[in-house]
């Protein structure tokens, strides 16, 4: 059975920092593309960032946050810098198998966590 869950968010001042994770269990981690998505609600998914063997990020986030991984630990992470308002969103992790093709699209990815939720506001 495929899990993914998330963990590490809260509530946080604009400058502040997070860090993320995602452990998961049930699939060949290491031949996995993962991502992290963020939503508001209302607002349609939006793509942060994906790494299979080097890392993409979404403009807005560019600079800010950084995607990494621990195959051994079957355990994504995003580390999270300078965080402001806007950045406040539930955020999810998804897996895709092999490169992150179309890595900006939710449809490409099959297995999701349940969501964690991050906000940034003094």
């Known amino acids: 059975q495929v899990q993914l869950v998330e963990s590490g968010g809260g509530s946080v001042q604009p400058g502040g920092s997070l860090t993320l994770s995602c452990t998961t269990s049930?699939?060949?981690?290491?031949?996995?593309?993962m991502a992290w998505f963020r939503q508001v609600p209302g607002m349609e998914r939006e793509w942060v960032a994906s790494?299979?063997?080097?890392?993409s990020y979404g403009d807005s986030v560019k600079g800010r946050f950084a995607v990494s991984r621990d195959n051994a630990k079957n355990t994504v992470y995003l580390q999270m810098n300078s965080l402001m308002p806007e950045d406040t969103a539930m955020y999810y992790c998804a897996a895709q198998i092999r490169t992150c093709g179309y890595a900006s699209v939710p449809s490409e990815y099959p297995y999701w966590g349940q969501g964690t939720q991050v906000t940034v506001s003094s």
């Open positions: 790494l299979y063997r080097s890392p």
């Open positions: 049930g699939f060949t981690f290491e031949i996995y593309c």
